[in-house]
């Protein structure tokens, strides 16, 4: 009998925090690593926040919290989804989690049985595919090149699905690729869907503050898919409060009220101050963090015009999140001082030893031709960065 279960033997590794450990190690050892591989803003929580949670210590705020969250904090969710994604929930909708992580992972453990199909438009966040293949479901990937902006076409929808299919998940914006979907692109997606009333949706609108464009969307707004949508959220990327672990959920009451029975069993509710902190989050206008997302198009600007400058690289113009998702395939087959590049893999390894910065590969994402940058570092750090980069490739 083994020591350890199928069940992790067959996970993969976080390719984010791999290459993190992995830049963390040759620091050690000395080398001048610039990180640019961690999903994190560089930006400290905002002074507001962390006034309410030092409150709440001082006013004792220290016993396990309702599984599902405080009332108050489910309220603040309830004023953030009305006023920002015109989207009606009640209470027994609402379920706030550690992390929209967590979220994600009591979704497909309350909804997927074994061989349950779930569509994911290529690329994807890095853990959906394995939150999926952990509960047992199938990640159907359907691949997105450069040409559609990375986003999946209904057409491309439509011949995914089978009679097994459960679920799409998608994030909009992006992680990886920056893509925010247009509403009369969801409603495209919409239209196919409304033809399988039994296929559920995750919207993960993590990023939905960080948006270049303007208006997002959410695809639960429109009235034939409010039911067989599970809308996730948090505070980690808006708000700068990764550490903080504060992920939620609006959605259908019965799946609502599932997650709540497993988280219940699971981890009970999410920390008691970071929940107090996150009510005044949300309670506040989202311009709050606009001096954040202002920089962040700074950075986009910025690295889009290096990278540019770059033999081979090959990009589109994210509208959100803080990543660029390059296409780096013309490098596969060539050899850089003296090592050869097969795929996304080994160049976003060759730029890591040979540029000294830290990047992802596509590979992690369901696109192997691609690598993520992420530019949630200052901008001295990203014009060194691509310099050092242009310089490894040259
Ligand atoms: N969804 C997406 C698309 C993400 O990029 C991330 C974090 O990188 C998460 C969910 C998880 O966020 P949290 O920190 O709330 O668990």
């Not at 780096?328 to 090592?339: A, C, D, I």
Request: negative net charge; aromatic residues 10%.
């Amino acid at each position: 009998m083994s020591l350890l279960s199928e069940r992790i033997l067959n996970m993969a590794t976080s390719a984010t925090l791999a290459m993190a450990a992995k830049a963390r190690e040759l620091r050690g050892e000395g080398k001048d690593i610039i990180g640019l591989s961690l999903g994190e803003p560089d930006f400290n929580t905002p002074d507001f926040i962390k006034e309410e949670a030092i409150k709440a210590i001082n006013e004792d705020y220290n016993s396990y919290t309702p599984v599902d969250g405080y009332v108050e904090l489910k309220e603040a969710v309830i004023t953030k989804f009305k006023r920002d994604n015109n989207l009606t929930y009640t209470l027994p909708q609402i379920v706030v989690s550690t992390g929209a992580k967590q979220a994600l992972a009591n979704i497909a453990a309350v909804m997927l049985n074994k061989g349950d199909e779930v569509i994911l438009p290529c690329p994807y966040w890095v853990s959906y595919a394995d939150i999926v293949k952990l509960n047992d479901g199938v990640p159907v990937e359907v691949k997105t090149s450069i040409d559609t902006d990375f986003k999946m076409t209904p057409e491309q929808l439509e011949a995914a699905i089978t009679p097994n299919t459960k679920m799409m998940w998608f994030s909009s914006p992006c992680n990886p690729s920056g893509s925010v979907y247009s509403k009369a692109e969801l409603r495209g997606l919409a239209d196919v869907l409304a033809k399988y009333p039994n296929i559920y949706v995750v919207s993960d609108e993590i990023y939905e503050h960080i948006n270049y464009v303007g208006g997002h969307a959410s695809i639960a707004e429109f009235d034939d898919m409010y039911d067989r949508t599970i809308t996730v959220n948090g505070v980690s990327k808006a708000f700068a409060m990764t550490g903080w672990r504060i992920g939620y959920i609006g959605g259908p009451e019965k799946i609502a009220r599932a997650c709540n029975k497993m988280q219940g069993q699971i981890t009970s509710g999410a920390n008691c101050i970071a929940q107090r902190a996150v009510i005044t989050a949300l309670n506040e206008s989202p311009s709050r963090v606009q001096y954040m997302i202002d920089e962040f198009k700074v950075r986009r600007d910025l690295i889009l015009g290096l990278l540019n400058d770059v033999e081979g690289f090959k990009s589109n113009t994210p509208e959100g999140a803080f990543y660029v998702f390059p296409n780096v395939s013309y490098y596969f087959g060539k050899t850089l001082r003296g090592k050869t590049i097969n795929n996304a893999t080994d160049f976003s390894l060759y730029l890591l030893e040979e540029a000294l910065v830290a990047t992802v590969t596509g590979e992690a994402f369901g696109n192997p031709d691609c690598i993520r940058i992420s530019y949630a570092a200052s901008q001295e750090q990203i014009i060194e960065a691509i310099k050092r980069i242009k310089e490894a490739v040259s």
